[in-house]
């Protein structure tokens, strides 16, 4: 999920395209390292990761001039729909609303640690 300015639904699972992107650009691990100032094998890392900060997405987008929202989905192409929340049917909208709810009373009833 993107939110920048409005908030955006994407189906599925999903994953962010950094290397893809990099590799897209004919920018190599190393390249990437010097642009970000930080090692090659971070570079990797930081490809591999699940999670990335916001902070990072606009680093790597800096470098390759490209919007951080682009990574959501792979160059050339979409790896899913993206709609808005206003766009979405009734009955769909309900649902995802229904699951986030499920979902945040699931997290609320965890025991703390």
């Keep these: 999920m993107y939110v920048s300015g409005m908030v955006t639904f994407r189906p599925g699972r999903s994953r962010l ?24 094998e971070s570079v990797y890392r930081i490809e591999r990761s699940e999670r990335l900060s916001a902070l990072w997405q606009a680093k790597y ?9 682009a990574f959501w989905q792979p160059p050339g192409g979409t790896s899913a729909p993206t709609y808005t929340l206003a766009s979405m049917p009734p009955g769909e909208l309900a649902e995802l609303i229904e699951n986030i709810a499920a979902a945040v009373v699931r997290l609320l009833k965890r025991p703390k640690k």
């Design 17 to 40: 395209y950094l290397k893809a992107h990099r590799e897209a650009h004919e920018v190599s691990g190393a390249e990437m390292a010097e642009l970000l100032g930080i090692a090659r």
């Design 61 to 69: 987008g800096q470098a390759l001039k490209i919007s951080p929202a």
